[in-house]
């Protein structure tokens, strides 16, 4: 068995390369890996989702769903919230971290040999795509539910056989690699788009949807859209999650239990079911038990998760000012807290003001901290721009994450029905996590 030191070292070594946040616009040395190991990647099938918002949750219900129906599953998502083991997962289930290490040191030959092929290594994200897609070939699995890490057009993950691609919702994130614009955006994500593909579109702003209509026109792909072709019939809050009618592709699937909070999770569903519904040939339908069996079991880590009850503590991983947004209308919608304080931690480069902005109509007051990113905004910072949309006296800078959470959970045990919601970016929400199961 792996020791956690062996692990660690593992860790360091991939981190040590370009990380996520950099970017180089290039396949050639992700193109060049595959080839080396054999083009592991088109061993299988894949569903390519894209988007910026919902991906992960979309993955996850797309990967359920080819579970139920007896398909073996590879799943690749990023980022992770608590251990990179979660990036890579088969039928369901994170890779153990001795497979993890296994599948690293089986690569890092190949890994060193493109390393001295060009002027810049390998970047983490895509060592780590490699071994994702090698992983999947070994296994073997049937399909591959993998998602864009950022982008599309040119990130590690498009060069898949993908016979269906899925788009989320396109809104303004990552500014400074995809555009300012969401035509400029949508524009780099309709890149996972090709020939011969059926593209499962989501709700999208008009903007995003003509760039990306525009895309499966000019290469030649079928295309099924979110309120036109398939979508969420009735939608009903429900204990511990909400019920759906889906209207898919090829029939209606009614009284569908989603244990998750939100009407983005549904529209993720439906967009899910949507995607398999494509992937599956018509002789090969999806039954209605099976669905309700799959979505029953779905659990999106991170994503308006419930992580305490008493006091109730929300973890919620939005980092750009659309994911806020939904998050605030549902904790409006679906909770009924007479006071919910907000523990916020955000990367320094995120649009912060509209991120506040969109928490704003669901918080009463706002602890500002930190998580342990060499890109995280400084509690004081976040606090002074907290300022321009909460009362003064209802603003706090507290250093620590942990503190923060103290601070949050005394508070809340003041009275009845206070809440505690932690968000801000991702590190933040799964550091909140491992903290608050200790």
Not at 347 to 357: H, Y
Not at 414 to 433: N, Q
Request: aromatic letters at 6%; charged letters at 25%.
């Amino acid at each position: 068995m792996v020791s956690s030191s062996e692990f660690d070292a593992v860790e360091k070594e991939l981190l040590a390369r370009w990380p996520e946040s950099k970017i180089e616009w290039k396949l050639e040395r992700m193109t060049a890996l595959m080839e080396l190991l054999g083009d592991p990647q088109v061993a299988y099938p894949s569903v390519h989702i894209a988007g910026t918002n919902g991906k992960t949750s979309t993955a996850r219900m797309v990967d359920a769903l080819l579970r139920a129906v007896n398909l073996r599953t590879g799943r690749y998502t990023s980022p992770h919230l608590e251990s990179m083991t979660e990036r890579i997962c088969i039928d369901g289930e994170p890779i153990s971290e001795q497979a993890f290490v296994d599948t690293y040191h089986e690569l890092t030959p190949y890994l060193e040999m493109v390393d001295r092929r060009f002027p810049s290594r390998l970047s983490f994200f895509e060592a780590v795509t490699g071994m994702a897609f090698a992983a999947f070939a070994a296994a073997p699995v049937d399909v591959a539910v993998v998602e864009v890490g950022m982008g599309g057009r040119l990130d590690a993950t498009n060069i898949v056989r993908a016979p269906v691609s899925v788009v989320t919702p396109v809104d303004l994130d990552h500014q400074a690699h995809l555009g300012n614009t969401i035509a400029q955006i949508a524009s780099e994500k309709a890149g996972i788009i090709k020939s011969g593909q059926t593209a499962v579109l989501s709700r999208q702003h008009p903007d995003a949807a003509e760039v990306l209509s525009a895309r499966a026109r000019e290469v030649g792909a079928d295309v099924v859209r979110e309120c036109v072709d398939f979508a969420v019939r009735e939608r009903r809050i429900a204990v511990g999650g909400q019920l759906l009618t889906i209207a898919g592709l090829r029939r209606t699937y009614p009284e569908v239990f989603l244990p998750l909070h939100g009407e983005f999770q549904a529209s993720n569903a439906a967009v899910a079911l949507a995607a398999v519904e494509s992937f599956l040939s018509e002789e090969h339908p999806l039954d209605v038990e099976l669905v309700r069996e799959a979505f029953a079991g779905i659990s999106s880590p991170g994503r308006l998760e419930v992580v305490r009850a008493t006091p109730t503590v929300i973890v919620d991983a939005s980092h750009n000012p659309a994911g806020a947004a939904v998050t605030a209308r549902a904790l409006q919608e679906e909770f009924a807290f007479s006071r919910l304080i907000g523990v916020v931690g955000a990367l320094a480069d995120k649009d912060v003001r509209g991120i506040l902005a969109a928490l704003r109509p669901a918080l009463s007051e706002l602890i500002a901290t930190r998580s342990s990113s060499h890109r995280a905004l400084s509690p004081a910072d976040l606090a002074r721009q907290a300022e321009e949309f909460f009362d003064r006296s209802a603003v706090v800078a507290v250093d620590r994450l942990d503190e923060a959470l103290d601070l949050a959970l005394a508070r809340a045990s003041d009275g009845e029905g206070i809440g505690v919601l932690v968000t801000g970016s991702v590190v933040t929400a799964g550091e909140a996590r491992r903290l608050l199961r200790r």
